[in-house]
């Protein structure tokens, strides 16, 4: 293998989250006053931490959001993960196979732990993550797209940045991992390619993804 550690996102490569989260998010935006779209809220959130969501509205509008925002909005994001939230497709057979090969992988997620647990918990990835594996925006004093993540993460793994290799589906995060002298495989399953700019290889098949990390080892 080409690469010493596979950094994965969360929401959207490995859980499927990102349409359950964007759509609870616009409809609180909007119950409270900032009416946001679907598709504006994949826009302008999609992979990044709460902190952007307060900054870009008080930004737009000269207005603070609520002091619990966060807390009602995990709450509604939370149940419904434990309602509805499946893996992505392809998931745990990545995981299976960069295990058989004995290749380290961890999670760095823009999501609080909290969040990483029960989506982990709900699709049966638990097991596939014990805490050393699991990395949150919440442990750096900076998110996505900066760097601080996926540089904590290579750190705390003991590999160096050049040696890694980030699985992402967001701008923000390709962002981020270029910007950690990392190479980034971008998920194209739900955004386009052309956001993805800078991505070293775009894809769009999880299943397949380990193949294209061995085929990479040999380039």
Same mark, same amino acid.
Not at 6 to 12: E, I, L, T
Not at 118 to 142: A, C, M, N, Q, Y
Not at 149 to 169: I, N, Q, S, T, Y
Not at 191 to 206: I, S
């Given at each position: ?15 499927? %989250? ?19 779209? =679907? ?8 992979? %990044?931490? /709460?902190? $952007? ?9 000269? $207005? ?11 709450? $509604? ?27 380290? =992988? ?5 999501? %609080? ?22 990395? %949150? ?7 996505? !797209? ?35 002298? /990392?190479?980034? =495989? ?5 955004? !386009? ?27």
């Amino acid at each position: 293998m080409r690469y010493e550690l596979v950094v994965f996102d969360n929401d959207g490569v490995l859980v499927d %989250s990102e349409p359950i989260s964007n759509r609870l998010l616009a409809a609180y935006l909007t119950e409270i006053g900032h009416p946001t779209s =679907y598709d504006e809220s994949l826009r302008d959130y999609m992979g %990044s931490a /709460m902190h $952007r969501v307060h900054d870009l509205v008080r930004e737009r509008t000269g $207005r603070r959001l609520p002091e619990d925002f966060d807390d009602v909005f995990h709450e $509604r994001v939370f149940a419904a993960f434990r309602r509805d939230l499946e893996p992505v497709p392809g998931a745990v057979e990545v995981l299976e196979k960069l295990s058989a090969d004995g290749v380290p =992988y961890c999670v760095a997620s823009s999501g %609080s732990h909290e969040r990483i647990r029960v989506g982990h918990r709900k699709t049966g990835l638990d097991p596939w993550f014990d805490d050393g594996r699991i990395f %949150s925006s919440e442990d750096v004093g900076r998110g996505k !797209p900066a760097p601080d993540l996926f540089l904590h993460a290579a750190e705390r793994m003991g590999v160096a940045p050049e040696k890694c290799v980030v699985v992402e589906d967001s701008a923000l995060g390709v962002q981020a991992a270029v910007a950690a002298g /990392m190479d980034v =495989y971008g998920f194209t399953r739900m955004t !386009p390619a052309a956001k993805l700019v800078g991505a070293t290889r775009l894809f769009d098949d999880m299943g397949e993804l380990a193949d294209l990390l061995r085929t990479a080892a040999g380039s």
